[in-house]
Structures are given as structure tokens and as C-alpha cells.
């Protein structure tokens, strides 16, 4: 079953540091989105992405944050000057459609800011 | 989107059916109730999903209520593995983002 992949899996970064994120979502899916989950707390939406443009991201998604989808097959969360409070792990997804199609989910990345 | 209400957790033996409910009195017409489960630190899994007809798929059955104002996700046979925690979410089809509540921890025993 096709699946939504994220790396690195573990990602340790300085605080101040740029990090980049990497995800493949499912392949014939058009619709992406990145969510995160500080410990012990809710899945939190930070921004979808469809046709090479945000349609909608959230009020944590701000100017330290980017989204990108460099080629066909990638799509990529760019954190430009990384804070303490950036720690958490961050879901990738994706959907073929928009609408009521569902979300499917990659494993995470787990950032970890020193 | 509408909100939900779930209870923090419950369990279940293995072997029976898990019967978690959840109610989204505010719903409205066009939205949909998905139901996914999230285990240990993995990312959402996606289980199920409907409007108004109950629904079934090779993980669990989705009951909606004619009102359309509580839902029930049943696993018909549960084992340790479904230990997890369980979300139902209300979304409409124009808006993308996932509301995760703290949905319904659920606990498999032996």
C-alpha cells in the first residue's frame, strides 16, 4: 500500500539553525500538508499546499517557516531560524483530492533544538 | 468545522468489539466525520470516513446517527494492536486542515 514517507526520521539542530524537513507524499496525490505535535499535545495544522501555492496555513505558520516542492516528488518544510519551542514532531500528509478525501499521514520527523 | 466531544479513554478486551463513540452535535450539512488513530508517537492513521450512511472497510464500521449529531467507530474485533488513540474529527469538503482533539485513548487488554 502506497504510503507517505518523511526523513530524517530524528532531526537535532542548534537553536538559530535553518532546518529542512523532507517528505514524499503518495504519488499521485495532489494535495499536501504539514502538522505538528509538540509533546504531550494536540496535532496542531501548520499549512496545506496545492498546485504550487499555500491555500491555507495557520497562525503558527509564520515567517520562519516556508514550504516548497522542488520536483515532482518531494515536498519540503523549511524552518529558518529554529527556536526552542520548535521542538516537536512534524507530520507530513497528503490527499489525492481536496474535499472530503482523507488525509494520509508519514510517520513524522522528531525535532529536537538544542 | 464543528466540534467534538469524546471520552478521555476506555478499554476493551481482546477479542471483543470496541465501540467508541463520539458526539458532533454542531455538524452540519456538508461535513464529513473521519475517524483516525494515532499509536505511541506515529503519525495519524486514517481508519474511516462518512456522511450520513454507516460505513464499513476492512478496519471498522462507522455508525451516524440519523440526526447526524453522534457517530460511533466500531473495531469488531480488537487486539492488543489497536491500542491507540482514537480521534473523531467533523471537517467540511472547501477548508484542507485536521482539528485533532485529544480524542479517546483507547486500551486493548488481554
Known amino acids: 500500500e502506497p504510503e507517505v514517507t518523511q526523513t530524517p526520521s530524528h532531526q537535532v539542530t542548534q537553536m538559530g539553525q535553518e532546518v529542512i524537513l523532507r517528505c514524499v507524499p503518495i504519488?499521485?496525490?495532489?494535495?499536501f500538508y504539514w502538522y505538528r505535535q509538540i509533546l504531550g499535545q494536540k496535532v496542531e495544522f501548520l499549512v496545506s499546499?496545492?498546485?504550487?501555492?499555500?491555500?491555507?496555513k495557520s497562525e503558527i505558520f509564520d515567517d520562519q517557516f516556508s514550504v516548497e516542492r522542488p520536483d515532482g516528488s518531494n515536498f519540503t518544510l523549511k524552518i529558518r531560524s529554529t527556536k526552542l519551542e520548535d521542538s516537536a514532531m512534524y507530520f507530513c500528509?497528503?490527499?489525492?483530492?481536496?474535499?472530503?478525501?482523507?488525509?494520509?499521514f508519514g510517520d513524522g520527523t522528531r525535532l529536537s533544538i538544542l | 468545522d464543528a466540534k467534538t466531544t469524546q471520552p478521555p479513554s476506555m478499554d476493551c478486551a481482546e477479542g471483543r468489539a470496541a465501540n467508541l463513540p463520539c458526539n458532533h452535535s454542531?455538524?452540519?450539512?456538508?461535513?464529513?466525520v473521519y475517524w483516525y488513530r494515532q499509536i505511541h508517537s506515529q503519525g495519524p492513521q486514517y481508519i474511516i470516513h462518512?456522511?450520513?450512511n454507516n460505513e464499513t472497510n476492512e478496519m471498522a464500521s462507522l455508525i451516524i446517527t440519523e440526526d447526524r449529531k453522534s457517530s460511533t467507530l466500531i473495531l469488531p474485533h480488537a487486539t492488543l494492536r489497536d491500542t491507540a488513540v482514537y480521534y473523531c474529527?467533523?471537517?467540511?469538503?472547501?477548508?484542507?486542515?485536521?482539528?485533532f482533539g485529544r480524542g479517546t485513548q483507547l486500551t486493548v487488554w488481554p
Open positions: 500528509a497528503s490527499s489525492d483530492q481536496g474535499g472530503n478525501q482523507p488525509q494520509h
Open positions: 504519488s499521485n496525490h495532489l494535495y
Open positions: 499546499f496545492y498546485n504550487n501555492e499555500i491555500s491555507e
Open positions: 454542531t455538524i452540519s450539512g456538508n461535513e464529513y
Open positions: 462518512g456522511l450520513k
Open positions: 474529527i467533523v471537517k467540511g469538503s472547501t477548508l484542507g486542515r485536521l482539528y
